[in-house]
C-alpha cells in the first residue's frame, strides 16, 4: 500500500513562492507517475503538474507552466512542486497522488493513491 504525505503548504502573499513536497511510502516509488493535483471550495478536483516515473516527462495545468515546476528525487521517494508568482486563485488544497504506471495523467481518476493534502493560501 502506498502512503503520501504532503507538506509546506501555507499562508502567503500573492507574488510570493512556496514549495510543496510529497513523500512516499510503500514501494515502488521509481515506478510511478506522480501528480499533483488542487482543488478549491465548491470546484472539482483539478490537475496541477505530473512527472513520468523517470522524471524524464512533465506535464502542467492550463496557465500554470512558467510559474510552478514539478520534480522527483527517486532516491529519497519524493515529489516537489515549486510554484512561484502565487495568486489568489491559487488557493486551494493540493493533493500529492501516484499512479499504478510510469506514464502520466491528467486524469483524476487514473491516480490510485492520494495523500490527505495541504492548505495554500495566497492572499492578496
Known amino acids: 500500500q502506498v502512503q503520501l504525505v504532503e507538506s509546506g503548504g501555507g499562508l502567503v502573499q500573492a507574488g510570493g513562492s512556496l514549495r510543496l513536497s510529497c513523500a512516499a511510502s510503500g514501494g515502488a516509488f521509481s515506478n510511478r507517475a506522480m501528480g499533483w493535483f488542487r482543488q478549491a471550495p465548491g470546484k472539482e478536483r483539478e490537475f496541477v503538474a505530473g512527472i513520468s516515473s523517470d522524471g524524464a516527462s512533465t506535464y502542467y495545468g492550463a496557465s500554470l507552466k512558467g510559474r510552478f515546476t514539478i520534480s522527483r528525487d527517486n532516491a529519497r521517494n519524493t515529489v516537489s512542486l515549486q510554484m512561484n508568482s502565487l495568486k489568489p486563485e491559487d488557493t486551494a488544497v493540493y493533493y500529492c497522488?501516484?499512479?499504478?504506471?510510469?506514464?502520466?495523467?491528467?486524469?483524476?481518476?487514473?491516480?490510485?493513491?492520494w495523500g490527505q493534502g495541504t492548505q495554500v493560501t495566497v492572499s492578496s
Open positions: 497522488a501516484a499512479r499504478y504506471t510510469p506514464s502520466v495523467s491528467t486524469k483524476v481518476y487514473e491516480y490510485s493513491y
